[in-house]
């Protein structure tokens, strides 16, 4: 049995994109899991997301898995890295994501909290990282550029293409608790 350190839990609400989600991140003697449930239209039919990422002490990604459900089926993705040698695609080797350092799940906040984490940047610095990226609606994964700025203590700047956020986040944790003025938005947290 593992045993288990401190928990955070958040309730996203994002009207853009008609989603909720329920999310946690628990701390264990191997590092730190973020999982969650999204409730979310894909398309034109109800879906729900439910999802595991596991990262080390040092907030480096392990893997992501997530299941897709709809009523025309469920998907299945499993990410996995075997830093430095590479990542896993559902069982594959997956060469157009070598230079990924992170996992950006499309439909949570969760994970803009892996980088915001394993950088530690100081108010005023600013880090470019590549991501594995799991995009939706399309649910494929490409590697993805991404920059972070430290505005303050509890504000970030995250841009990625045409992408261009600030991110409110709780100073001691990362964990994102607004995501631009229109995205997710908490509505309730509990830390610790």
């Known amino acids: 049995m593992t ?15 008609s989603s909720s989600e329920h ?6 003697k191997d590092g730190y899991r ?13 879906c729900h997301i439910d999802y595991a990422v596991s990262v080390d002490h040092t907030w480096r990604p392990r893997e992501a898995r997530a299941t897709i459900v709809t009523p025309l ?5 499993d990410l996995r890295s075997h ?16 230079d990924c350092h992170d996992i950006d799940l499309g439909w949570t906040p969760a994970t803009n909290t ?28 490409v590697g993805n550029q991404q920059r972070y700025t430290r505005l303050a203590s509890d504000r970030w700047r995250y841009e990625s293409g ?12 990362g964990l994102v608790l607004a995501y ?11 830390l610790g």
């Open 83 to 98: 830093h430095p040698d590479g990542w896993e695609l559902d069982g594959m080797p997956a060469s157009h994501l070598g």
């Open 114 to 141: 892996i980088p915001i984490r394993r950088l530690g940047l100081e108010v005023g610095e600013t880090s470019a990282i590549t991501a594995a990226w799991v995009r939706f609606p399309e649910l494929d994964v």
């Open 34 to 46: 973020l999982q969650g449930i999204v409730v979310v239209p894909l398309g034109d039919l109800p």
């Open 162 to 173: 045409d992408y261009d956020f600030e991110l409110v986040t709780d100073a001691a944790t």
């Open 73 to 77: 089926g469920i998907r299945e993705i």
């Open 3 to 17: 045993q288990r350190g401190v928990e955070y839990h958040v309730v996203w609400h994002c009207s853009e994109l």
């Open 180 to 190: 631009g003025d229109d995205l997710w938005q908490a509505s309730a947290i509990s």
């Open 23 to 28: 999310a946690s991140i628990v701390e264990s």
